[in-house]
């Protein structure tokens, strides 16, 4: 047995271990997992200082007191089956003043319950797979809306990146037109995809919504190096040869996918930093694994990856002896740019979560009535500060606040604080709906309230009060934010804000930003980097303008066909340096100094172009047919910034390079 066949066995066995070792990867999206450091931080330390736990609200309708009972009573089932969540259950024989209570726990057609907890034990997970599988139950809560979340990305992981990866190959199957060129194509890239996996395995123990898309960029990467190594190895006849002719651009490659990447680092958000760092260091160690398998399969492949099973007539090579003509770059250039600049900020940032699952699926419609009608969503957590030494006398005052807040803000209506719940335990005891008067007799009622909500809203520390509503989008939440700290402002009140959902809204709007900045940083050192590799100045304004133009398209298509910014949709152009640029660097190679014949040209680098980019883009766009908002924009965003990006490399640049659009002629 040869070195090589040697070599090419433990590629492939290296292969087969990722997958084994990948096999059993879990999908976990922790409640901080958006967060910036400093936003995390001071959300663990608000957690621990008021015991935060989550919670579930549940509700389900009942036709008449006979079948309100008997739901009730299932309730107290659940609530022995669960012993390590605390149960809240209203009392049916006082379902009169269920509407005038903050939790509306019961009403005149609905009964149900709020579960507090931690997320950390699993029960949440049970509870909500157990009332899923019975009809009737609406539910809402942060554990709700992650067991949505994880529900989904798990279907994404398992049915539709395995679907890419398989369409992927028949696309190649199908363009190759030879089994064994395809199998020399493909396992590079489905080690990619693996290894990745197998890294964040080895690295962090699991994955999440972020890091799950690195194996499909870098299977998206390496697959476009295939198509690069495999049509220049049937040019040249000679992997040795067809590698020295590629090694600049494929360097480049690497290095500027690495630097693109990189530069994400900047972000304050670890996820989106780990991001980056995963795309770079697992592209550029599954090139050298891409390299490595051609080199030791260069006699396999010259033998019978070159002969085609079916003759399929070739687009004419005369379709790419034409750039377009200057006076219609400049035109186009300077309306896709203007336009997409003017768009930008008509486009809607979502970062509401409800809003990414599908209307039929009721997800978003059961939570917001669960909201509004029994129990929202904490929204905003307030901690206020008293110069009142003496608690009560801190209180009365508090309930005079929220008296204030009530009756100017509609969305304070449902408002969660010592006072508020005193007051509903008095409403419940004795009919009356105040605090009441007698120091003694407020805390005899405090003190019958859960102890998990005691925890949460103590005394002893510095006051908090929760305003619940239904989940809102990142606009509307900072408007009414504005508002309400505005009326403390005014009102001489020390404050301060904090809770999950706060943290959550700042830090998305801090990750978008971030990631636009990343990508105007990358596409910056990119352009840079090819001035200092080509030496050639215009080489800075064309590589700029060729890696920006698909994306302010983008966002006059985002605005023409309704999409949005969201956390997946804002990383297609982070993602698209890394796929674009590649195919930049081989087309300035093949016209600079690697310039040979046309002939070279087309095979070389336009073919493995148009294979890649035919694949990615119907690839992506398959995303389409998913139910998830984010991903189904993501990959429909992300096909449209390939194929224009496509275009720009086969059409654009080269007349910009080249000065004359004549692309042939100049080769020639």
Not at 159 to 169: A, C, G, R, V
């Amino acid at each position: 047995m040869t070195k090589k066949n040697s070599l090419l066995i433990l590629l492939l066995f290296l292969t087969a271990f990722t997958a084994w070792f990948s096999s059993d990867i879990k999908q976990l999206n922790p409640e901080t997992l958006f967060l910036t450091k400093e936003s995390a931080g001071e959300y663990l330390k608000f957690k621990e200082k008021f015991n935060e736990s989550d919670h579930l609200v549940a509700s389900i309708n009942f036709s008449g007191d006979q079948d309100a009972v008997e739901k009730l009573t299932s309730i107290e089932k659940l609530k022995e089956s669960f012993s390590s969540l605390t149960f809240i259950i209203p009392d049916f024989n006082k379902r009169e003043i269920g509407p005038k209570m903050t939790l509306k726990l019961i009403g005149p057609n609905h009964v149900g319950f709020m579960a507090i907890g931690k997320k950390e034990s699993g029960a949440f997970k049970k509870l909500i797979t157990e009332l899923k599988n019975k009809k009737g139950w609406r539910l809402s809560g942060l554990p709700y809306t992650n067991y949505m979340l994880d529900s989904y990305s798990k279907n994404i992981q398992e049915k539709l990146f395995p679907f890419m990866f398989i369409l992927s190959f028949i696309l190649c199957l199908l363009i190759t037109r030879n089994f064994p060129a395809s199998i020399f194509i493909f396992v590079p890239s489905l080690f990619s995809a693996l290894f990745s996996l197998a890294s964040i395995k080895l690295i962090f123990g699991s994955m999440n919504m972020v890091t799950s898309i690195v194996p499909l960029l870098s299977f998206s990467i390496i697959f476009s190096l295939g198509f690069h190594l495999y049509y220049s190895l049937v040019e040249y006849q000679d992997f040795k040869t067809a590698l020295n002719r590629k090694k600049k651009p494929i360097s480049l490659m690497l290095f500027t996918t690495s630097i693109g990447f990189g530069a994400l680092l900047t972000s304050k958000i670890p996820v989106i930093a780990h991001f980056g760092i995963l795309v770079a260091g697992m592209t550029f160690l599954s090139a050298i694994f891409s390299i490595l398998f051609f080199y030791t399969g260069e006699e396999v492949l010259l033998k019978y990856g070159i002969r085609k099973w079916m003759n399929v007539k070739s687009l004419p090579e005369k379709w790419f002896s034409k750039g377009s003509p200057y006076s219609f770059i400049i035109i186009l250039s300077a309306l896709l740019l203007g336009g997409g600049s003017y768009v930008y900020f008509k486009l809607p940032v979502l970062t509401d979560a409800t809003r990414y699952f599908p209307d039929d699926s009721g997800v978003r419609k059961e939570m917001d009535w669960v909201s509004q009608n029994v129990a929202g969503f904490p929204l905003y957590n307030f901690v206020l500060k008293s110069n009142s030494d003496e608690t009560f006398q801190k209180i009365q005052k508090m309930e005079v606040i929220e008296g204030e807040l009530r009756s100017e803000f509609d969305f304070a209506s449902n408002l969660v604080s010592p006072v508020s719940l005193t007051r509903d335990a008095n409403l419940f005891y004795s009919g009356n709906h105040q605090i009441p008067e007698n120091k003694f007799a407020f805390f005899a009622l405090y003190s019958r309230m859960p102890d998990s909500l005691k925890d949460s809203y103590p005394l002893e520390k510095d006051y908090r009060m929760t305003i619940m509503g239904k989940s809102l989008n990142v606009t509307e939440y900072n408007q009414n934010l504005g508002r309400l700290e505005k009326f403390f402002k005014d009102n001489g009140i020390v404050y301060s804000t904090n809770g999950l959902y706060h943290q959550l809204m700042s830090s998305q709007d801090e990750m978008i930003k971030t990631l636009f900045k990343s990508f105007g940083l990358s596409v910056a050192l990119v352009s840079l980097l090819a001035f200092f590799f080509f030496k050639k100045l215009r080489i800075l304004f064309i590589f700029l303008l060729v890696n920006t133009v698909p994306v302010f398209f983008s966002f006059i298509f985002m605005w023409l066909a309704g999409l949005s910014i969201n956390i997946a949709t804002v990383m297609t152009y982070s993602i698209s340096i890394g796929l674009v640029v590649d195919s930049s660097f081989h087309v300035l190679h093949s016209l600079g100094e690697g310039r040979t014949s046309f002939k070279e040209y087309v095979k070389t680098t336009v073919n493995p172009i148009l294979a890649s980019s035919f694949i990615f883009i119907l690839s992506f766009s398959s995303f389409a047919s998913n139910d998830f908002l984010p991903i189904r924009e993501f990959g429909v965003i992300l096909a449209f910034i390939l194929l224009i990006g496509m275009f720009m490399d086969l059409f654009v640049l080269p007349t910009l390079f080249l000065g004359d659009k004549d692309i042939e002629g100049r080769i020639q």
